[in-house]
């Protein structure tokens, strides 16, 4: 009686995480219906699914750092931004990128903060880029809601660019403490030369080491466009500049068409659900002054407040020079 289950429903989602957890795609394709090898295609768990404390698919790839888990997850319509019970702190560490807003933390402690109620009173549970303990996989995690927003990805590539750019930062990263600890003088420019041979051998060789797997991925209708404000966030929050100017211009393709249904300038000043940061706030609040000159010149508000109530200018660390972009 006890090993009962409580229904169908509630199993088939119970696994759909637990498949996110693992890095399980195949298992989650079957779950969702997507699975060449299921007996029937239909969806048994929903894409929409959180756990007790409001975690979704994605907090649990995220957090487990299944980076290609998370692309066929986003692709399949994932809220990359769901916001998961304040409860989930006591039990995860905030990953690098969390930016909701904190107390000052006491001299001589390490620990982050208590985090700051919002001007409403309210208190932000993470989403999924807040868990991503380590750079390397919330900088994969970033670029693929990108590339999906750009409609960059292919179905045959998705999983494929995940992981090789996964192992190229990881790479990248034991080289550079391999030339620190050697003793090189100027270890960036070490680096640079060794990347740039390994991106020659790379491009020689023909990489089998990703599977065929998720040749039958589906990107959800509609799934770029909804994801184009947050992608500006992502791009701004990392610096990638080239990604900033793509993604601009998409919106103004966007903005062109007027089938399309896109207001460029609601998507400038897209704020992310909960902080209500925009993309300059991003930009600001991570010091990076092309991604938000680019964001001023298409008009971006530098006068929207946040859900602290913080302009911009009021995010920017002390010293940035971001704040000579937004007097």
């Given at each position: 009686e006890f090993n009962k289950s409580v229904s169908k429903e509630k199993d088939a989602s119970a696994a759909l995480l637990i498949a996110a957890a693992l890095g399980d795609v195949e298992r989650a394709k079957s779950l969702l219906g997507e699975s060449k090898s299921a007996s029937k295609a239909e969806a048994v768990a929903d894409i929409m699914t959180v756990d007790a404390l409001g975690r979704n698919v994605l907090h649990w790839a995220a957090y487990k750092m299944m980076m290609p888990a998370s692309d066929v997850l986003m692709a399949r319509g994932a809220d990359a931004e769901a916001r998961a019970s304040t409860?989930?702190?006591k039990l995860w560490t905030p990953g690098l990128w969390d930016s909701r807003c904190r107390?000052?933390?006491?001299?001589?402690?390490?620990?982050?903060?208590?985090l700051k109620n919002l001007e409403d009173g309210g208190s932000l549970g993470p989403t999924p880029y807040d868990v991503i303990p380590r750079q390397h996989p919330a900088r994969v995690y970033a670029k693929a809601i990108i590339d999906i927003a750009l409609g960059k990805r292919t179905e045959e590539d998705f999983v494929g660019n995940a992981a090789k750019a996964l192992a190229a930062?990881?790479?990248?990263?034991?080289?550079?403490?391999?030339?620190?600890?050697e003793g090189a003088t100027e270890p960036d420019k070490?680096?640079?030369?060794?990347?740039e041979k390994q991106k020659a051998n790379e491009s020689e060789a023909n990489d089998g080491t990703v599977t065929t797997a998720m040749s039958n991925l589906s990107i959800q209708t509609g799934t770029p466009k909804r994801l184009l404000g947050c992608a500006l966030r992502m791009a701004a929050s990392h610096g990638m500049e080239v990604e900033v100017k793509e993604l601009i211009d998409k919106v103004k393709e966007y903005a062109a068409d007027s089938e399309a249904g896109v207001d460029a300038s609601e998507k400038?000043?897209?704020?992310?659900?909960?902080?209500?940061?925009?993309?300059?706030?991003?930009?600001?609040?991570?010091?990076?002054?092309?991604?938000?000159?680019?964001?001023?010149?298409?008009?971006?508000?530098k006068s929207l407040k946040d859900g602290y109530g913080r302009t911009p200018m009021q995010t920017c660390p002390e010293g940035s020079r971001v704040v000579e972009v937004l007097q």
């Open positions: 409860q989930v702190d107390m000052p933390v006491e001299e001589g402690k390490e620990e982050r903060g208590e930062e990881s790479r990248a990263a034991k080289e550079y403490e391999r030339l620190r600890n070490a680096l640079d030369d060794v990347l400038y000043n897209e704020a992310q659900p909960g902080t209500l940061m925009t993309p300059l706030h991003f930009a600001a609040h991570f010091g990076n002054i092309p991604a938000a000159t680019m964001l001023v010149e298409v008009g971006a508000s």
